[in-house]
């Protein structure tokens, strides 16, 4: 009789165990959606998020295997509960075409985020054809996936492609790690970002493969605290922190500070390791400090090691003043980076007359012309020191 009571006992517990999973574990199948790419899933993923959030319990909004259209998902927090996970083993398909919006997929003010998994596809070429033919009309394109203002987020796992604008916008918060991403865009696909980090602390990017259009990742103004370790980046701009002080309108622009960048590797990249502002003398407080790049390769690198502080994308344009840039560039450590240039110039520290990059720091650097031959070092209005192999020979 006992025993039997025993087994009656365990049958409950799990059937109760089963309803409590079942209760807050959300299939985007079970509320409509169609995993075969041409029905809109915007409303039935609408529906799991809004369970899930509302949920007092850790709640999962499941995305199974198949291919699932969505034409836009917002979700916004904050959610009663702590830990609300996305996790995605199919495909989630942007539309033919312009999106619509600045962003795609949002995630606004949910804390204790967990993305995982799965693909996002966002469509980008046609947007990208448009620009390519310079059409004065084209979309500025949307963002795949947006953080915004949310704190302790996870994102693991996922793979974007094909992005009409950045792939993956970090803005606005605080203890975010994202690890085991690959990112893919043509190498010819225009501002397609892989990460852009800005707004935001305690960040860090590990693990992450991404070839991209532009920069593999990117730094804007008011980051700190940010860790990038063991990105391999090509084809695309590399990693670039910037660029700053575009605003002429005088509005104070937040700095960039204590940022490493470890382990990283670079193939047939536009850039390695750069700090990109513009030659504006309105931006006002913006600064840079605080920056470890180490332990660096590079092949085949137009511009493996550089600091631009004229950045002119528009080669003399309108949009750029020819003025003396306002920010301040201190304290920058350049740790064990080797590899090859694609240029003679290896090194070029291109910093601002009216505020001169300080605190410079070269230590065991070997970086040559492709072949072997030697390379060049060019400095103005920089200062510091090199210490250890220092090849090309410091310019400072």
Known sequence: MASSKASLLFCYVLTVAATAEAAFFYNVVDLGAKPHGRTDSADAVAAAWSAACGSRQPATVYVPKGSF???????????????????????????????????????????????????????????????????????????????????????????????????VVINGCDGVTVRDVKIVAPGSSPNTDGIHVQGSSGVTVTRASIRTGDDCVS????????????????????????????????????????????????????????IKTWARAAARGAYVRGVAFEHATMRDVRNPIIIDQNYCPNHGGAGCPHQSSAVKISDVRYTDIQGSSASQVAVKFDCSASNPCTGIDLQDIRLTLDGGAPAEAVCQHADGGASGYVVPPSCL
């Open 69 to 167: 259209l969505l034409s836009h998902a917002a979700f916004s927090g904050p959610c009663s509960s702590s830990r609300v996970t996305l996790e995605i083993d199919g495909t989630l398909v942007a539309p033919s075409g312009y999106t619509g919006g600045d962003e795609w997929i949002m995630f606004d003010h949910v804390d204790g985020l967990t993305v995982s998994g799965g693909t996002v596809d966002g469509r980008g070429a046609s947007v990208w054809a448009c620009k390519a033919a310079g059409h004065g009309s084209c979309p500025n394109g949307a963002t795949s996936v947006m953080v915004l203002n949310s704190r302790d987020v996870v994102i693991s796992g996922l793979r974007s492609v094909n992005s009409e604008l950045y792939h």
């Open 219 to 274: 730094v804007g103004p008011g980051t700190a605290r940010l860790r990038v370790e063991r990105v391999s980046c090509g084809p695309g701009h590399g990693i670039s922190i910037g660029s700053l002080g575009k605003d002429d309108d005088g509005v104070e622009e937040a700095g960039v500070e204590n940022v490493t960048v470890t382990g990283a590797s670079f193939a047939g990249t536009d850039n390695g390791l750069r």
